[in-house]
């Protein structure tokens, strides 16, 4: 059973580019989160997909924008790269909207140079 | 959004139980206490979670409070492969997996 999967796993653009990162949910899960983490630091949240809308967002520009597929698969995109957009960003899925376990992938290292 | 209180690190010996801390004095009613750990290079790993009454799973046990202020994680015979950052986060009990990571507790398991 595939657990949580991610592509690509590292990445490097330049500043003012635009990135897409793609994300698989673990089978059976419906929900997919977003989280941003900066080198020692904990996961911040960007934003909670669910039937394909956004239903929770954390303190993130509209830069930042996402996708939720029928299939449960999302799409994280951003516009306009700062050099402090650079980190390590996981997808986590679970079932339904609250409270039941986030499995989590092993990221999407971006830097941006 | 409560927040939780985490020491920066701990250390143990390999084979001795673990005690891992947090307190979240402003936990409101109807917020889960769940714990996450992250192994160096990979996502964070689910470990367990509650509301009230303390929970035991195959991986750890959770103490929870009686007035739900703090909580603590224990390991009840750390390995090597238990050196990790554990999290403490309280989650609502409706809609939302906006969770607050806080920088969480690194522990160091000594052989």
């Known amino acids: 059973d595939a657990g949580v999967t991610q592509s690509p796993t590292h990445l490097i653009k330049t500043r003012g580019q635009q990135v897409t990162l793609r994300c698989s949910p673990k089978s059976g899960h419906d929900t997919v989160s977003w989280y941003q983490q900066a080198l020692g630091q904990g996961p911040q949240f960007i934003f909670q997909y669910y039937e394909e809308e956004e239903r929770q967002r954390g303190n993130f520009p509209d830069r930042f924008s996402g996708h939720q597929f029928p299939n449960y698969s999302s799409e994280l995109n951003v516009n306009a790269l700062l050099l402090g957009d650079s980190a390590l960003y996981l997808c986590?899925?679970?079932?339904?909207?609250?409270?039941?376990?986030?499995?989590f992938g092993n990221g999407t290292r971006l830097t941006v140079t | 959004d409560a927040k939780t209180t985490q020491p920066n690190s701990m250390e143990s010996n390999e084979e001795e139980p673990v005690h891992l801390p947090c307190n979240h004095s402003?936990?409101?009613?109807?917020?889960?206490i769940h714990w996450y750990r992250q192994l160096p290079s990979q996502g964070p790993e689910y470990v367990i979670h509650?509301?009230?009454s303390n929970v035991n799973n195959r991986m750890a046990s959770l103490a929870i409070a009686e007035d739900r202020k703090s909580s603590t994680l224990i390991l009840h015979r750390a390995t090597l492969r238990d050196a990790a950052v554990y999290y403490c986060?309280?989650?609502?009990?409706?809609?939302?997996?906006?969770?607050?990571f806080g920088t969480g507790t690194r522990l160091k398991v000594l052989a």
């Open positions: 402003t936990i409101s009613g109807t917020d889960y």
């Open positions: 986060i309280l989650g609502h009990t409706s809609g939302t997996y906006k969770y607050i």
């Open positions: 509650g509301l009230t």
């Open positions: 986590a899925s679970s079932f339904g909207l609250a409270n039941s376990p986030l499995h």
